[in-house]
């Protein structure tokens, strides 16, 4: 059973039963009293990010969270089903558990990496990056060749992103899914 000095960013707590994952710790020792760890959990399932401090040396119960690749089927208007790529088995996930981000790039067959606990996937995370049609988009204009100059595209998922001048609808982009971000023209 590991301790507080065992803490690294990325590693997985059971915590009342809930999963945590640790984004930022920082050991503290006062001139006055025990030393202690304050830490930044977050929440596998929800999101939801906490506060807690835990003391210098105190025992905490670590978990192993495996990796599994799942494909994206399809909804049914409340859930989105992946298919497991190992057991072939469909999986419900909820919009919550996704979180509102990931949907506006959630395609068709894209794959996508299963978290599992226990024998089963409790929680799916796209790709960072994820390569989109554009839908809708103004033209550019010859001679609009101002520097870092951008335009609003919509991609084939909804999703809406700043673009360079040149690109045009029927593009297919890079895009970097956590920062809502253009990166590069795939085919056009």
């Known amino acids: 059973m590991p301790s507080t000095a065992d803490f690294r960013n990325g590693m997985v707590l059971e915590i009342g039963g809930a999963l945590w994952t640790i984004?930022?710790?920082?050991?503290?020792?006062?001139?006055?009293?025990?030393a202690f760890v304050?830490?930044?959990?977050?929440?596998?399932?929800?999101?939801?990010?906490?506060?807690?401090t835990f003391r210098a040396g105190e025992r905490v119960v670590?978990?192993?969270?495996?990796?599994?690749?799942?494909?994206?089927?399809?909804?049914?208007?409340?859930?989105y089903y992946f298919m497991d790529q190992e057991t072939f088995d469909m999986i419900?996930?909820?919009?919550?558990?996704?979180?509102?981000?990931?949907l506006k790039y959630l395609k068709e067959n894209?794959?996508?990496?299963?978290?599992?606990?226990?024998?089963?996937?409790?929680?799916?995370?796209?790709?960072?990056?994820?390569?989109?049609?554009?839908?809708?988009?103004d033209p550019g204009f010859k001679g609009d060749t101002a520097q870092g100059a951008t335009k609003a595209a919509t991609l084939e998922t909804g999703a809406?992103?700043?673009?360079?001048?040149?690109?045009?609808?029927?593009?297919?982009?890079k895009v970097d899914r956590r920062e809502h971000k253009y990166l590069t023209r795939v085919s056009g």
């Not at 930022?24 to 025990?34: A, E, I, L, S, T």
């Not at 919009?95 to 990931?102: I, K, S």
């Not at 809406?160 to 982009?173: A, E, I, K, R, S």
């Open 23 to 34: 984004s930022y710790f920082q050991h503290v020792k006062p001139g006055k009293g025990g």
């Open 110 to 137: 894209i794959e996508c990496e299963g978290l599992v606990h226990d024998g089963s996937v409790i929680s799916v995370e796209l790709p960072a990056f994820v390569e989109l049609a554009v839908t809708e988009t």
């Open 92 to 102: 419900p996930i909820s919009a919550d558990m996704l979180g509102g981000d990931q």
């Open 160 to 173: 809406v992103v700043q673009v360079p001048l040149f690109v045009t609808t029927g593009d297919v982009l």
């Open 38 to 52: 304050r830490t930044k959990l977050k929440n596998v399932l929800s999101g939801a990010v906490v506060d807690r």
């Open 62 to 79: 670590a978990v192993r969270l495996e990796r599994r690749p799942v494909n994206y089927s399809y909804t049914d208007g409340e859930l």
